[in-house]
C-alpha cells in the first residue's frame, strides 16, 4: 500500500483532474439542473485533503474542525447536486442532512469538549455510509431505468464506499492520533475516497449527462415527427375544409356564367373560376410537398423495360403539349431491351413535373425528352435525363433558388403557379441520390437535367409480356371526355398498351380535331358540357372530316334500353360503360378495328360500395392520389346534392349536368347504388318524368353508402 503522504498527492492531482471534468461536462450542459454544483464537489475534497495535511503544520483542532467542515460540506453539494440532477424532491435529502447536521455538532464534540479520534472515525464512517445509502437509493430507485449505464458506474463505486466505511467502523479497534496517518485502513480508505471514487464519479456523472442529453435528443426527434404527422394531418383537413367551399365556388361560378349574357360578368366569372382553380393547385401541391416530410420509406424498386416505359409515359403528356399546339418528342438513346432497376413511382412523378412545367411556360415551340447513356459497367447503367424546352427562359441569378419551396422566377409569377414543383422534384431526386441541374438563356429556353444510375434488370421479362398480348396496340385514340377522373383514368389505362391520345373535352373540340386529323377509333362520352354525344354525331354526319370510317365507341354509363338503341342507330361501333373496366375498355377497342358485334354488358355489382373500385385505381395512381380521390368526392358529395335539389324545379338543365357528372364518378369510384339511382334521376329528367321524392331517397342512399365506405376505410386501417 502506498503511504499516506503520496496518496495525499495524488488525491490532490486527482481532484484538481475531476475539477476541470466536471466544469467541462457542466459547459457542455449548462442547463442541466445540478451539473454547476457537482463542479465545486471535488474542490471542496481539495480542500478537505489540504486540511488534513496541515495537521501537526497547524493547531490540530483547527486543521481537523476545518477538514470535517469541508467533508460534510461536500457531502451536502454531492447529495444536493444528484439530488438536482434526477429531479428529486422527497424526504430524504432532508434526513439525510439532518443526520449531518447532528453529525457536525458530535465531531464538534468529540473535537472540543471531549477530545476522541475513535469517536470521530465513528461518525465520519457512519455519516459516509449515510451518503452512500442516499445516494444508493436514489441512483437505484429513480435513475436506473432512465439512466442505465451512468447508474451503473455510481452503485459499484457507492455500493464499495459503503461496504468499506462499514468495514472500518466495525473492525478498525483503538487508535491514537498520531497512528492515524499510518494505519492501513486509513491509508486505503484515502485512495477509495480520494483516488478511486472521483474517477467514478467524474465519469459517473459525464454519462449521465449523455444519456440525458440522448434522451432529449430522442425526445426532440420522436416531436418532430409528431409535429410532421400533425402537420400532415392538418393540412390534409385543411385541405378537405378547403376544397368543399371550392367546389361550391367553382359551382356557382360556371352556373353564374351559363345563365348571365352580360360580358362583364362573364368576366368576372372566369376570374372567380381561374382563382378557386389556381387555389385548389396550391392545396395539391403543397399536400405533396408536406408529404415528403412524413414519409421516407424506402425505395420500391421494380424491374421495368425502360424505353417501353418512358415511351408510354410520353403517351400520358403527349396531349397536353398537343393542346397548346406544342411539339413534343422523345429522343430516348438506350439499348432497345435496356431493363432497369428502379422506383418508377418517384422517377414518374420527377419527369411528370418537369415536363408538366416545360409544357405550361412554353407558348411556342418545343418541349423535348433526351435521355443519354452516359457511362455503362457490366451490371450498370448511368443515363442522363433532361427535359429542354423553347420557352421564355430563367434570369441566371433566380436558377439558384428555383428548389426551394414557394420561390418562382419571373416567368412563373406571370403563368402562376404554387412555386412548389421543382421544390417537390429536388426531394425526389434526393432520395434517389441525385441532383437535379438547370440550364437556362432568357428567351432561348430551359434544360433540367438529371443523372441516375440504374441496376441491371432481367431483360426478357417485359419482352415475354409483349409477346403474349392477344389484344392491338399503338392505335391512334381521340377521347372525348370532360370529367377529369375519367380523363386520367382512360388515359392510364390506354397508354400501358401504348396507344397515342389526342384528347377534347367537348363536343366543339372533338368536331375540330376529327376535321383536321384522322383516328383509328373514337370514344366519345355522351354528356358533353355543350353538345351530347348524339349530336356530336349527326353534326359529323353533316360535314366533311377525315374519320368518316372511323369506328366510334360510345363511353357513357346512360345505358337504359332506349339509350342504346338511339347509340347503335346513330352508327356506334360499340359502348365502353362507366365505370371503367381497363380489360373491357381493352377489349372495345381492339374490337373496333374487326367485325366483332358490339358488347355492351357493364357488370356492376349490386352493392351499396364495391371494393374492387379502389383496387382497381390503385393500379394506375398511387396511394395518395386514390386518397386525394376519394376525400374529394365523399367531401363534396352532400353539398352537391344539395345544390341538386335547389335546382331541379328552376334550372333543370343544370341540374341533369350536375347529376350526370356526379352519377359518373359515383359509379367510377363504387359507390353503385348511388350511381344507378342518379342516373335514374337523370334519365326521369331528361324525359320530363315526374321525379316526386327521388332525391330525397338519393340522399338518404348516399348517407348508407358512406357509412360502408367508411367502414371498409377503417378495416384497412385496422
Not at 467514478?200 to 410532421?228: I, P, S, V
Not at 383509328?520 to 353538345?531: A, C, F, G, I, T
Request: with cysteine.
Amino acid at each position: 500500500m502506498l503511504d499516506s503522504f503520496t496518496l495525499y498527492f495524488a488525491s490532490i492531482a486527482v481532484m484538481i483532474v475531476m475539477t476541470l471534468l466536471n466544469f467541462l461536462t457542466w459547459r457542455t450542459n449548462k442547463h442541466t439542473p445540478g451539473t454547476l454544483l457537482y463542479v465545486f464537489y471535488p474542490i471542496l475534497l481539495l480542500g478537505v485533503i489540504i486540511g488534513f495535511t496541515l495537521i501537526g503544520k497547524i493547531p490540530n483542532l483547527i486543521a481537523i474542525t476545518i477538514a470535517n467542515s469541508l467533508l460534510l460540506a461536500a457531502s451536502i453539494v454531492h447529495s444536493l447536486a444528484i439530488s438536482q440532477f434526477l429531479n428529486y424532491r422527497g424526504s430524504g435529502f432532508k434526513l439525510f442532512c439532518a443526520f449531518t447536521a447532528l453529525s457536525a455538532v458530535m465531531l464538534g464534540y468529540y473535537s472540543f469538549y471531549q477530545p476522541a479520534i475513535n469517536e470521530r472515525l465513528l461518525i465520519s464512517d457512519l455519516q459516509h455510509i449515510a451518503e452512500a445509502i442516499f445516494l444508493l437509493f436514489l441512483f437505484i430507485k429513480y435513475a436506473r431505468q432512465t439512466y442505465p449505464n451512468g447508474s451503473i458506474v455510481y452503485i459499484i463505486i457507492l455500493t464499495l464506499v459503503a461496504i468499506s466505511f462499514t468495514a472500518r467502523a466495525l473492525f478498525i479497534g483503538h487508535i491514537e492520533q498520531h497512528d492515524t496517518l499510518l494505519s492501513p485502513w486509513f491509508s486505503s480508505l484515502l485512495f477509495l475516497n480520494g483516488v478511486i471514487a472521483p474517477m467514478f464519479y467524474a465519469a459517473g456523472m459525464a454519462l449521465l449527462c449523455n444519456e440525458r442529453r440522448e434522451q432529449h435528443l430522442n425526445k426532440l426527434t420522436l416531436k418532430a415527427h409528431k409535429d410532421l404527422e400533425i402537420r400532415g394531418l392538418f393540412l390534409s383537413t385543411i385541405s378537405h375544409e378547403i376544397r368543399t367551399p371550392l367546389n361550391g365556388i367553382l359551382g356557382s361560378a360556371q352556373l353564374v356564367m351559363n345563365q348571365t349574357s352580360d360580358a362583364r360578368n362573364k368576366a368576372y366569372c372566369e376570374a372567380i373560376i381561374n382563382s378557386a382553380e389556381s387555389l385548389n393547385l396550391l392545396v395539391d401541391k403543397v399536400l405533396d410537398y408536406a408529404s415528403l416530410d412524413q414519409h421516407d420509406a424506402a425505395l420500391y424498386e421494380e424491374d421495368i423495360e425502360f424505353k417501353t416505359w418512358i415511351k408510354n409515359l410520353c403517351l400520358l403528356l403527349s396531349p397536353l403539349a398537343e393542346q397548346k399546339q406544342l411539339k413534343f418528342a422523345l429522343v430516348c438513346n438506350v439499348p432497345e431491351q435496356a431493363c432497369y432497376y428502379c422506383d418508377q413511382q418517384k422517377l414518374r412523378q420527377i419527369i411528370i413535373n418537369l415536363v408538366g412545367n416545360a409544357i405550361k411556360f412554353t407558348d411556342q415551340g418545343s418541349v423535348e425528352i433526351h435521355i443519354d447513356l452516359v457511362a455503362e459497367t457490366q451490371l450498370e447503367h448511368t443515363l442522363k435525363i433532361s427535359v429542354i424546352d423553347s420557352g421564355p427562359g430563367i434570369e441566371s441569378d433566380e436558377i439558384a433558388y428555383l428548389t426551394e419551396p414557394y420561390v418562382q422566377s419571373s416567368a412563373g409569377k406571370e403563368k402562376g403557379g404554387t412555386g412548389l414543383g421543382l421544390a417537390i422534384t429536388s426531394r425526389l431526386l434526393e432520395k434517389l441520390q441525385s441532383k437535379l441541374e438547370i440550364s437556362s438563356a432568357v428567351g432561348r429556353g430551359s434544360s433540367f437535367s438529371f443523372t441516375l444510375t440504374f441496376t441491371l434488370g432481367e431483360l426478357s421479362l417485359v419482352e415475354q409480356r409483349h409477346q403474349s398480348k392477344d389484344y392491338l396496340t399503338g392505335l391512334n385514340v381521340l377521347l372525348v371526355e370532360d370529367l377529369d377522373l375519367n380523363q386520367k383514368i382512360a388515359i392510364e389505362f390506354m397508354a400501358e398498351d401504348e396507344h397515342k391520345i389526342k384528347l377534347a373535352k367537348d363536343g366543339k373540340s372533338a368536331i375540330e380535331l376529327m376535321q383536321a386529323h384522322h383516328f383509328d377509333v373514337v370514344l366519345l362520352d355522351m354528356n358533353l358540357p355543350d353538345l351530347t354525344g348524339q349530336q356530336v354525331l349527326k353534326t359529323l354526319a353533316r360535314i366533311e372530316h377525315k374519320n368518316q370510317r372511323t369506328p366510334v365507341l360510345a363511353f357513357t354509363a346512360s345505358l337504359s334500353p332506349s339509350e342504346i338503341k338511339e347509340y347503335l342507330a346513330l352508327g356506334i361501333k360499340d359502348i365502353v360503360g362507366k365505370p371503367m373496366k381497363q380489360q373491357k375498355l381493352r377489349q372495345a377497342l381492339s374490337d373496333s378495328q374487326t367485325n366483332k358485334s358490339t358488347n355492351i354488358a357493364v357488370d356492376l355489382i349490386d352493392t351499396l360500395y364495391d371494393e374492387t373500385a379502389a383496387e382497381a385505381l390503385m393500379r394506375s395512381f398511387s396511394a395518395d392520389e386514390v386518397s386525394s380521390i376519394y376525400n374529394e368526392f365523399v367531401l363534396s358529395a352532400r353539398n352537391k346534392l344539395t345544390r341538386c335539389q335547389q335546382l331541379v324545379e328552376q334550372q333543370p338543365e343544370q341540374c341533369i349536368k350536375l347529376l350526370h357528372r356526379q352519377a359518373s364518378t359515383a359509379l367510377q369510384l363504387g359507390f353503385n347504388r348511388y350511381g344507378i339511382e342518379l342516373k335514374k334521376i337523370e334519365r326521369r329528367l331528361l324525359d320530363n318524368k315526374p321525379h316526386n321524392e327521388q332525391l330525397k331517397h338519393a340522399a338518404t342512399l348516399w348517407q348508407q353508402s358512406l357509412a360502408q365506405y367508411l367502414q371498409f376505410v377503417r378495416q384497412g386501417l385496422g
